[in-house]
């Protein structure tokens, strides 16, 4: 009787330390793969605020030489004798005069 109890209590102790063992298991897998997705949002989310950084960089220095452009057309203008051409300076046309203008580097 005592044998076949302390097999039984054996077996019983290996059931539940598998049992607890696969289930420690599937977590440990679980938050793993918890930490991978966390892991690449954030690297998603580096990526896209590198490119909104280098995108506004552009943008900032376009705008810079667009300024840079329209003030130099108006000194034009103010240096042009009185009833000469008029032209309208549009955000269009210094557009395309910095096109031209960053073409040509």
């Known amino acids: 009787g005592k044998m076949r109890a302390l097999r039984k209590t054996m077996t019983d102790v290996k ?3 598998g049992s607890d063992i696969k289930t420690l298991t599937t977590k440990l897998v679980e938050s793993e793969k918890k930490r991978e997705q966390a892991e690449a949002k954030r690297d998603e989310a580096e990526t896209k605020r590198d490119e909104t950084i280098k995108e506004l960089n552009t943008k900032s220095d376009r705008l810079e030489r667009m300024l840079t ?3 130099k057309h108006l000194g034009d203008l103010e ?3 009185v009833g000469g051409k008029e032209e309208e300076v549009t955000v ?3 557009a395309d005069m910095d096109e031209s203008k960053t ?3």
Do not use: G, R
């Open 69 to 71: 452009l329209v003030c």
């Open 15 to 17: 059931t539940k330390l």
């Open 79 to 81: 240096n042009e004798e």
């Open 92 to 94: 269009a046309a210094v």
């Open 103 to 105: 073409a040509k580097k």
